[in-house]
């Protein structure tokens, strides 16, 4: 009885370090180059993988299976990748987080406001990143600089654009 007791528990113990593994959470970094800042811990990890790209729409077409079973899209400060990420997001019903920063009005000539002025600063930028959902929602983070997080929790997929036109094809 003691030895099928020590099985037991032997097993039980087997059974939630499973339980936590499977629960381990899976994390992609994508930069467009490899940096020298990122953490160690990510580095060394079964569950980090780190992919040099950038985050556009050739991307999102490129790595369509990697997305289509993402949990969540994050980008703090993610300069360029911002609208892309919004995008990407929204036309795969994944929730996301953005914590934009940079405009540049000179590379998206394009961005307009409900209003029709360009994008030109960060205010305008929320309020352009906002007006393509209704359900998109914006907090501030507890740290200094740029931290207001503008943030969707999943759906329907809801917007059509060139980026994910093979999810719906």
């Known amino acids: 009885e003691r030895y099928s007791r020590i099985k037991i528990e032997v097993q039980e113990q087997e059974d939630q370090e499973q339980k936590q ?5 899976r994390v992609t ?3 467009p180059e490899l940096r020298k ?3 160690a811990p990510l580095l ?4 980090a993988t780190i992919v040099c790209n950038s ?3 050739k991307f999102a077409n490129d790595h369509l299976n990697l997305l289509e079973n993402a949990s969540l899209l994050v980008g703090l400060h993610p300069d360029q990748a911002t609208e892309a990420i919004v995008d990407v997001a929204l036309s795969l019903g994944i929730p996301f987080a953005v914590v934009p920063c ?5 590379l998206f000539p394009q961005r307009r406001l409900t209003s029709g002025q360009r994008v ?4 305008g930028f929320l309020r352009y990143l906002r007006a393509k959902h209704v359900d998109i ?3 501030l983070l507890d740290f200094e600089g740029k931290n207001r997080v503008l943030y969707w929790k999943g759906g329907e997929k809801v917007l059509k654009c060139e980026t994910c036109k093979k999810v719906d094809d």
């Open 29 to 31: 970094l994508v930069e």
């Open 44 to 47: 060394n990890n079964d569950n």
């Open 120 to 123: 030109k600063n960060c205010g």
């Open 137 to 139: 929602e914006t907090a």
């Open 102 to 106: 940079c405009v540049f009005p000179k």
């Open 21 to 25: 593994k499977s629960q381990q959470l």
């Open 55 to 57: 985050f556009d729409e």
């Open 37 to 39: 800042d990122i953490p």
